[in-house]
């Protein structure tokens, strides 16, 4: 790799219900994901799925491929589309707000769907608060994103050794409003980076991997991302990833087991 050129980037499809990575792209030099997810989009079949993406892949044709191709979405919204943003943002704050000044009113005729979910581990505390809504008709845009019939916000509060922390992320998508649906797929987007994201880093080293010439980096992406889905698709060994890579490395039977191979 020559001083000053970009590292190589490889966007993933996540099934999340399965726990398997479907497929990957390398971004093209001198481009960024935005080009890539569309392409590997086309590549799989999509009919009947829920495709979530971050920030990055919330554009207007990426919502109409997910549509043509019979999918919901639930795309990310931040400061990249930053007016679209501060509209979704300034209307969900505000109706939220409302709805706890005025519960008994709405109660009876509801703008908002809401749940919530509260999750303790290893001393920390998080709560979760999901809001729907399609009551979208003040959505300038409403008719440049295809099939757009509700907007959403999660709202994480974390307590980890007495500190609180407070963030909401806001989301465009084809749902209509079924708060358990939209959360579901909200909450699955982001365990990506657990599922994923951490494993190539802490499991794979991913982030330390210096190979760089040719197709080299491409290549053992995919490689990793097969391994990972050998790893957790793979239940006799009551291990963490980690702890099964290491397994493989010292039995052999259990590395072909991971591989598919009968033994006779």
């Known amino acids: 790799m020559n001083q000053g050129e970009s590292l190589p980037y490889v966007v993933s499809a996540w099934a999340v219900e399965n726990g398997l990575v479907l497929g990957?792209?390398?971004?093209?030099?001198?481009?960024?994901?935005?080009t890539a997810v569309p392409e590997l989009l086309r590549a799989l079949e999509l009919r009947g799925c829920i495709v979530t993406t971050d920030a990055m892949g919330c554009q207007k044709k990426i919502a109409k491929q997910i549509i043509d191709s019979g999918a919901d979405y639930v795309l990310a919204l931040k400061g990249n589309h930053e007016v679209?943003?501060?509209?979704?943002?300034?209307?969900?704050?505000?109706?939220?707000?409302?709805?706890?000044?005025?519960?008994?009113?709405?109660?009876?005729?509801?703008?908002?769907?809401?749940?919530?979910?509260?999750?303790?581990?290893?001393?920390?505390?998080?709560?979760?608060?999901?809001?729907?809504s399609e009551n979208i008709g003040w959505f300038a845009?409403?008719?440049?994103?295809?099939?757009?019939?509700?907007?959403?916000?999660?709202e994480a509060v974390r307590e980890i050794k007495g500190t609180l922390s407070t963030e909401r992320r806001y989301f465009l998508s084809s749902l209509p409003c079924d708060i358990a649906r939209f959360s579901k797929a909200a909450r699955g987007h982001w365990g990506v980076?657990?599922?994923?994201?951490?494993?190539?880093?802490?499991?794979?080293?991913?982030?330390?991997?210096?190979?760089?010439?040719?197709?080299?980096?491409?290549?053992?992406?995919?490689?990793r991302?097969?391994?990972?889905?050998?790893?957790?698709?793979?239940?006799?060994?009551?291990?963490?990833?980690?702890?099964?890579?290491?397994?493989?490395?010292?039995?052999?039977?259990?590395?072909?087991?991971?591989?598919?191979v009968v033994l006779t």
Not at 24 to 34: F, G, M, P, R, T
Not at 101 to 129: F, I, W
């Open 24 to 34: 990957q792209l390398k971004v093209a030099e001198k481009s960024n994901e935005i």
């Open 84 to 132: 679209v943003h501060e509209e979704v943002k300034t209307y969900l704050d505000s109706a939220i707000l409302q709805q706890a000044s005025e519960s008994e009113r709405l109660e009876a005729a509801p703008e908002l769907v809401h749940t919530e979910t509260v999750e303790k581990d290893h001393g920390r505390l998080e709560t979760r608060r999901y809001w729907q």
């Open 193 to 223: 980076e657990n599922q994923v994201h951490w494993h190539m880093d802490v499991s794979f080293g991913e982030d330390q991997s210096r190979a760089r010439t040719g197709h080299a980096a491409e290549n053992l992406a995919t490689l």
């Open 141 to 154: 845009d409403l008719k440049k994103w295809k099939g757009l019939r509700s907007v959403g916000v999660v």
């Open 225 to 260: 991302r097969l391994a990972l889905n050998l790893l957790k698709r793979e239940t006799t060994k009551k291990r963490g990833i980690r702890g099964k890579q290491r397994c493989a490395g010292w039995d052999h039977q259990y590395l072909l087991r991971l591989l598919g």
